[in-house]
Structures are given as C-alpha cells and as structure tokens.
C-alpha cells in the first residue's frame, strides 16, 4: 500500500512560513542572521555533500561563493528553532531550446552534472547534484527543501516577462511573486497536475511502456497531462485510450507528489483495464506491454527492463503492485 507521506518528494518536513514571505526586507535580514541556512539550486540540480545530503551553507560563505543579486534569493521555510532556510538561485547551465525546437524539451532530458555555466568554486567536499538522482535519499527536511527550491527556480528561469503585456517582471513576496514593472500585475508559480497510472487487467498482470525520448530499456507506468475541463479520472481513461488503445473502467486514487522538472503534480491512480489489445501511438509511446509478476522480474535481473527511478511515484507505483521493491 502506497502511503502518500512517504513518497520521496512529499516527504517536506519544514515549516513553508508563507506568511513571512510578505514581511518587507525579508531575505535582507535573514542573510544578516548566521542561523539562516541556504541551499544552492541550479537547473533542477542543488549542491550536496557526500551521503548524499543536501548541503547548506552559511549566508558568509553564499558571499563569498557569488555576487550581490537581490532577485536571486527564494524563501524556503523556517525550521523547529526559528532559522530561515533559504535557495540562491544560480545562473542557469542549459541554453533554451533551439528554433525549431520543442519547447519542453528541457523537461524530458536530465540536467548535466559537469555544474552551472557560471560555476562558483564549491568548497571541497561539494557537488552539483541532480534532484532526480537523489531525491529517495535525502531526509525528510531535505526533500522538501530542495523540491521547493528546484520547482521555484524553474518557474523564475521560464517566466521573465509578463504573459499580459509582455514587459519584464521583478521579483516580490521573498521569490513566490514576479510583479510586473509596467501593467503590476503579479504573477504566481505555477502547478501543472498531471496523472499517473498502473494499468492492471483481469489477470492482474501491468501494462508498462516506453517512451519515445527514454534509452533503451526504460519501462514505466502511463502518464500524461490533465486536459483544461477535464476530470482526473478522465484525464487516465483519456491518456491510456489514446497512449495504448486499452479501455480503462475503474480508476482509484493512490497518492501524489510534487514533481519539480519543471512544474508538474503527478497525481497516481490504480486503473482497471477493461480490455487487453494494445495499439501505441508510435508518438509518445514506441511500445507497450503486459507484465506478470514473474516476468517483470526476470526482465529487471536481466537488465531487459529498466525500471522507474527511486524518486518517481512510478516506482512506487509498480512496487505496490509488485508487493516489495524491485532489485
């Protein structure tokens, strides 16, 4: 039974205090306050130190890592004996897509781990760290700082300018804001659900797939955005309809969590497929099959199958199903 707390990403054990976000000169006084402790993100990437643990600095040693930058600085929580923690944003190491290019391609393909185009000389002991490689492992309190950190520094880097009149925006409200400098209008991070579903037919056996822009050998659950006036649960019958071309009849909730890369909530359902024939789209999915227990096994010790990663509600997705953890 899948036990949505402990999901990897849902696993925030801090006190967001959003109502500190609204407090003038926030960020200037929790960075003259040695308590504070900050956290560097990058690209969906933040600095850790060997565990791996998320690692946070002292606002000296921030000073002395990078320059001034007032817009730079996002409000993560407070802690149990009332220290700020908050994120310095890094120049981002990926170019936006190409012409022609597209636009979510950033979203598909995991970050570099060679560090940011403007690197700061990370004290020993330091490193750029993927989220995605590390979020199983980080503690309850970590978890929840870094996919903070990692979903609010996306939606800055992907959202400069106003969707209204197209000027530039400026940071407010300790980075959850950007206010408009011509029209003021302010403008909030933005969550795009998303589901995700282990298909199971009378037989109990899994459909998974593999996805066009996966290596060979990547297998995962079905997912897909939720539609502008769709429902959840017509959003699973809908994607797996047209992903595989298998009829879905009873759809049951099972957890969610954030998904920071960049912006998704991924919502995990049980879907009782009421038929079996399986027709992929050849766009988003080159194949699809049935798994039983015994098979999706042997294919994983054969290295045939490539499974989920720890971090992603898929994982735990397939392991409820599976009844323990996949080797």
Known sequence: MIVPDDLPLSRAGIDRAALLRTEDGFVRTALADPATRVLLVCDAAVVT??????ALLDPADVARLLPADDEAWLLLGRGDGGEAYLARRVADRRPAPTVGEASDVLVHTAPTSTGPAITP?????????????????????????????????????RHPRCPRCGAETRVAQSGWTRVCVVDGSEHYPRTDPAVIMAVVDADDR??????????AGRWSTLAGFVEAGESLEHAVRREVAEETGVVVGDVSYRGSQP?????????????????????????????????????????????????????????????????GPLS
């Open 49 to 54: 130190a060997a565990g791996p643990t998320v």
């Open 206 to 215: 899994i459909l998974l797939g593999h996805a066009a822009h996966w290596p």
């Open 259 to 323: 998904w920071p890369f960049p912006a998704s909530l991924m919502i995990g359902f049980r879907a009782q497929a009421e038929s079996t024939d399986v027709h992929v789209d050849g766009i988003e999915l080159t194949e699809a099959r049935w798994f039983s227990r015994a098979g999706l096994a042997d294919a994983v010790r054969t290295g045939d199958v490539i499974p989920p990663g720890r971090a992603s509600i898929a994982r735990a997705l397939v392991e409820e199903w599976f009844g």
């Open 121 to 157: 000389t990370l004290p020993d002991g330091l490193t750029w760290t993927a989220l995605r490689d590390i979020g199983a492992d980080l503690s309850a309190q970590e978890a929840g700082l870094a996919t903070t950190a990692v979903a609010l520094d996306a939606w800055h880097a």
